[in-house]
């Protein structure tokens, strides 16, 4: 198996908390943000309304952390 497969193996079981996970999602959510504003004159409006949408999910996350 390659690193991608070995990464996200459902065979090996990974102890994170709710809290843990919930970081690693903000995090995640933070990089495609500042990706898709590197990238706003690429966009079209499906990638600005799905922007918007992240902005929403990224303070529910702050407001349980």
Known sequence: MCYL???DD???ERRLS???L???RAAHIKSMIR???ENKERMCY???A???LLKKEQYEIAKKL
Do not use: M, Y
Request: charged share 40%.
């Open 5 to 7: 497969c070995l990464k």
């Open 10 to 12: 459902i065979f090996v």
């Open 18 to 20: 709710d809290a843990q």
């Open 22 to 24: 919930l970081r690693e």
């Open 35 to 37: 990706e898709a504003e």
């Open 46 to 48: 499906v990638g600005d």
């Open 50 to 52: 799905a922007v918007e």
